[in-house]
């Protein structure tokens, strides 16, 4: 059992202390990519970096590996992402309108593509793909991309439905208003805010994915899968560090801005990979 | 001109025949077509895509390959789960099996001292700060925060620069030099690889200790106290079996993640393989896709049976 | 001479179930065009399925429904002329509130300039003039029912449906948008039917009402007919307090075996040597309970015969209960008061 057993004054000052190590140790990883971006030496990871250079950024921005892989991942994630937001408001607003049959089963199979590990997802998709004879191409990674991303759309959409008065719906309908007019002038201004944090995540998780693309590309790499060619085989490292930077931010924006749109509900919808 | 007589229009106006207005119409007065148009998309989408994968996986664990020809032969049979039994593959198992019970067990106890933080003695603002950092890193991109500790542990990197300057350097050495987690740099020992698997979970590991610990309420500790109970007491008594279904769940997650990964053992740690990192070779050139799938299959039946018993701890509500 | 007009709502023997609930069991009324027209009940008396027939939320599992002379089957609620005020009131958040008001018309595609007129009028109507660009959350209750009253009635319906609409006010407010709402009605002259609990409500309000219990209707009529002649125990107790006597001790009362019932203001306490004129009963007993309530106090009196009445005697004007507990009393009351229940 753990435990600790010592509280009250005396460890007034030990708990503050190892909440404050637990995060730095959770934060401070992150600054060292940062500062790696600018390292002059690109042939090991030296600490202290000899000196600092802004050059990198320039080598990166003429590298076209690089461009190539960030193009194919904004095509993947956006993509990806439509797809997702389609399907998963599909089933937020079947799950929410009836009661029927299976409704906890609908929700377990929802979220199965993100609750089994990666690698589970990965080659069940690429055995699927070759029995079939299907080739590896963009469209075998947004298949798998859009599949573990619609769960996260459909959390962010059912929450915000949840807390809809289905009497709105009805007094649209009351005042004239099919379900199609209903749907666009009631329903739709209601769940805009969680269509675009739900949105947003899938992008940041469709862009960030590496484990399932790597079962299902073919010779493609998207930006995740670059990054991993480098961390075995590394080229110029501070390249690669710049473009860790270019990620993080890529990544972070709009997680940032998905946390803010739905502050109000109390949970980040989809937190937790 | 009263403006609420009643119009002498029993319906209204002409827009009510186009054919979108008939659909709605059939719809409305069908909700159980209404519901199978809406749910049947991502159903099918889901349901032969996905659970089509899984069970073509499944079904491949059953096959096997023919030694001499390499071929998989589609016949159903136990072989290659028999040869999971060999001493090679359950090194593997148990080898991922001891890091993930130890990434948890760290990670309870990091971030044990946080969550109690953060619930029982940190104001509402400076809470949300900090819920706002512990879950920020777990949204940052996976590979950019693997790849930050390939720098910090690398040789030449700021752990050895900080161990040397803090005089501490055959401390280093001498964990280096630690049979089976130790090795020729942080970066290639399974020590690194631990510090990594705790770095990535821990945030999964704080959350539902929180939410455990935010379900106390205050007035079951005065009571403690009120009866005369000390406070190392209250806590061992009244705190902590309130907490562990919340360490429970966080574990659900630390094991599950561990036992699934093949991409960090494989960037950070030794040479032998995890069972992410047999999968995946398995799969890949050697074409052995029943063996893949057969040790795909053994971190699903260990998280089968830690779900189970983690459900009698009543970790499920504290999710 | 004109035709007369059909009836506004006619109910057919309808019935509708949710599961195993029989909501409503093959209910018939008529509800005249132009009348203020209440369903009263408890909760789950069925009261508020009849409203949602009507509009359209749901459809009937048997039997009919009229609007006018014409059936509204398989008729979805945009296609009918009706109108509803929700009990929530249900305004759209993301709207103002003259977009709130002018929903109907621009679904209708009326033209902007006119919209905006028409909308400004109903909310003058509603006296809400210049609350038109406020957001419903700003608004305080009693100004949110106004404006799904205008919302409701700007599209001209031949019937306009009210689901409770004052319960979430209270009650000065209530008591005021009663009065307000029944003078509207007569203004605009279109027919409402108004759901409520409330027998009060339904009472002062209401031209005819129904009354319901489980599903079924126990009596149609107007106010004074249901409050002085309630027609089954359930009315009698449901609306306004009443003495409800069964056969036996009516047998050893009046000598006939007939249950009736009898309001308490219909009873006096009277002197042991007071005459008792013809077609009057009398009895004695024994006071158990006095409640002062101001303008009246009600007696509990235990009767010599078996059983308890409520007698309602108006203050005369000294400070307290006329009468203490456990003084004995002696009841009067005129038989043509009696109430025969089934």
Redesign the interface.
């Known amino acids: 059992m753990r435990t600790r057993s010592r509280r009250g004054r005396t460890a007034g000052g030990a708990l503050p202390l190892a909440a404050g190590a637990a995060l730095l140790f959770l934060h401070v990883p992150l600054f060292f990519i940062v500062l790696y971006a600018f390292s002059s030496e690109d042939k090991s990871f030296v600490f202290p970096p000899p000196g600092l250079t802004t050059r990198w950024f320039a080598v990166a921005w003429s590298r076209p590996d690089i461009w190539e892989a960030i193009t194919l991942s904004l095509q993947v994630a956006a993509v990806s992402t439509a797809l997702a937001l389609v399907l998963g408001t599909l089933a937020a607003a079947a799950v929410w309108r009836s009661r029927f049959f299976g409704r906890e089963a609908v929700s377990l199979l929802l979220i199965l593509p993100i609750a089994l590990p990666g690698i589970i997802t990965g080659i069940s998709l690429r055995s699927a793909f070759s029995l079939g004879g299907i080739p590896f191409s963009f469209w075998t990674i947004v298949l798998a991309h859009a599949t573990f991303c619609i769960v996260v759309v459909y959390n962010n959409v059912i929450a915000r439905f949840r807390r809809t ?1 289905g ?2 719906i ?9 379900g199609f ?1 209903t749907f666009r ?2 329903v739709l ?2 769940i805009a805010t969680s269509l675009l944090a739900g949105g947003m995540l899938a992008f940041a998780l469709s862009f960030d994915e590496v484990i399932v693309t790597t079962f299902t590309a073919g010779q493609q790499s998207t930006l995740p899968i670059w990054m991993l060619t480098e961390l075995v085989r590394p080229r110029q490292r501070p390249v690669t560090n710049v473009v860790a930077v270019f990620v993080i931010l890529v990544t972070l924006v709009p997680i940032l801005l998905a946390f803010y749109l739905t502050r109000d509900t109390h949970e980040v919808a989809g937190s937790g990979k | 001109m ?6 002498t ?5 002409e ?2 025949r186009s054919p979108l207005h008939r659909l ?2 059939v719809l ?2 069908r909700p159980t077509l209404l519901l199978m148009l809406l749910l049947g998309p991502p159903l099918l989408w889901l349901g032969v895509i996905y659970l089509g994968a899984l069970a073509a996986l499944l079904v491949q664990s059953f096959f096997y390959i023919d030694d001499y020809s390499g071929v998989v032969v589609r016949r159903l049979s136990l072989a290659t789960y028999g040869e999971l039994l060999t001493a090679a593959n359950l090194d593997i198992v148990v080898r991922t099996t001891v890091m993930a019970s130890a990434v948890t067990v760290a990670a309870a106890l990091l971030a044990f001292p946080l969550a109690y933080f953060m619930v029982r003695r940190a104001s509402l603002r400076l809470k949300a700060i900090l819920y706002l950092g512990v879950v920020l890193p777990l949204w940052s991109s996976y590979l950019v925060r693997v790849y930050s500790w390939k720098l910090i542990l690398a040789k030449e990197g700021i752990v050895t620069w900080l161990a040397e300057r803090l005089g501490l350097g055959w401390l280093l050495e001498a964990v280096l030099a630690l049979p089976g987690v130790g090795g020729p740099s942080l970066s290639t020992a399974y020590l690194g690889t631990f510090l990594v698997f705790l770095y990535m979970w821990l945030p999964f590991m704080v959350l539902p200790i929180v939410a455990a610990l935010e379900r106390v309420p205050r007035s079951l500790l005065e009571a403690s106290a009120d009866l005369g109970a000390r406070p190392a007491q209250t806590f061992r008594r009244v705190i902590a079996p309130l907490v562990v279904p919340g360490v429970v769940a966080g574990s659900i997650f630390t094991f599950s993640l561990t036992l699934g990964d093949y991409i960090i053992p494989g960037i950070i740690g030794g040479s032998q393989p995890f069972i992410g990192q047999a999968v995946y070779q398995h799969q890949g050139t050697a074409g052995n896709i029943p063996l893949a799938a057969a040790l795909t299959v053994v971190p699903i039946a260990i998280m089968a049976v830690y779900l189970t018993m983690a459900r009698r701890l009543g970790a499920f509500e504290a999710l | 001479m004109a035709p007369a007009l059909p009836a506004a709502v006619r109910f057919s023997g309808v019935s509708r179930s949710f599961g195993d609930v029989r909501a409503i069991d093959r209910v018939s009324f008529d509800v005249a065009d132009g009348e203020f027209f209440a369903l009263l009940g408890p909760s789950g008396s069925g009261k508020t399925t009849c409203l949602r027939l009507i ?3 749901e ?1 009937p599992d048997a039997g009919t429904i009229e609007i ?1 002379g ?1 059936s509204v089957a ?1 008729v ?9 005020v ?3 009131y ?5 709207m103002t509130v003259a977009e709130n008001v002018e ?2 018309l ?4 009326v033209p902007p300039a006119e919209r905006r007129r ?1 909308a400004g ?2 909310l003058e ?1 509603v006296k809400l003039a210049g609350l038109g660009d406020r957001r419903p959350i700003q608004l305080s209750g009693g100004q949110r029912q106004r404006v799904a009253l205008a ?8 019937v306009l449906l009210l689901d409770e609409p004052l319960g979430a006010l209270d009650l000065k407010l209530r008591e005021q948008m009663q009065v307000e709402l029944k003078g509207l009605q007569r ?4 027919t409402f039917i108004y759901v409520t609990h409330d027998q009060g409500e339904a009472l002062s309000m209401s031209d005819r009402l129904i009354v319901f219990d489980h599903g079924r209707i126990e009596q149609i009529g107007p106010p004074a007919e249901i409050y002085e002649r309630p027609a089954t125990t359930f009315v009698a107790g449901f609306v306004g307090v009443s003495n409800v006597v069964d056969a036996e001790l009516a047998r050893r009362l009046t000598g006939t075996a007939q249950a009736f019932s009898i309001r308490p203001e219909r009873i006096r306490l009277v002197e042991d040597a007071a005459p008792i004129g013809d077609g009057a009963l009398s009895a004695k007993g024994v006071i158990v309970a006095a409640v002062y309530l101001g303008a009246a106090t009600r007696y509990t009196v235990q009767l010599a015969a078996g059983g308890q009445l409520l007698v309602l005697e108006q203050s005369g004007g000294e400070a307290g209960p006329a009468r203490a507990t456990g003084e004995p009393a002696r009841l009067t009351w005129l038989r043509r008061h009696h109430q025969p229940l089934r």
């Open positions: 008065s009497a709105l009805e007094a649209s309908m009351d005042l004239g208003a099919d007019q002038h009631v201004p209601n | 009263n403006p609420v007589a009643p119009s229009l029993p319906v209204g106006p827009a009510s709605s119409t409305y007065l | 509009a359209g939320f459809q006018y014409e398989g979805p609620p945009y296609e009918r002329n009706v109108n509803t929700f009990q929530d249900a305004l759209f958040p993301h929903y109907g621009m679904i209708r595609k028409r009028e109903m109507m919302r409701a009635l700007i599209n001209r319906p031949r203004q605009v002259g279109i």
